[in-house]
């Protein structure tokens, strides 16, 4: 399957758009000052259930951004 310049650009920028936003949320669920995430220092539901989330955006956004990556050094090894 061969993908275009465009949509190679899109998927490289939706991986790396993926890292920077749950990353960033990551760091906020560790931070939580407001009760959800721990509760006496232990993690609750709240905190597992968000960092699963983050886990599995971190390895969709990954695999969604090397095939974007994949996909343009195709296109300039072709040219």
Not at 25 to 36: A, E, Q
Not at 49 to 62: C, D, E, I, K
Request: aromatic share 16%; charged share 15%; glycine share 8%.
């Amino acid at each position: 399957m061969k993908l275009s310049r465009p949509v190679s650009w899109f998927l490289l920028a939706f991986g790396v758009w993926s890292w920077v936003i749950w990353v960033t949320f990551v760091r906020n669920l560790f931070k939580d000052s407001s009760g959800l995430a721990f509760e006496d220092g232990d993690p609750t539901a709240y905190f597992w259930v968000h960092l699963t989330l983050a886990v599995v955006s971190f390895v969709l956004g990954t695999v969604v951004g090397v095939i974007g990556l994949r996909g343009l050094r195709a296109l300039r090894r072709k040219s």
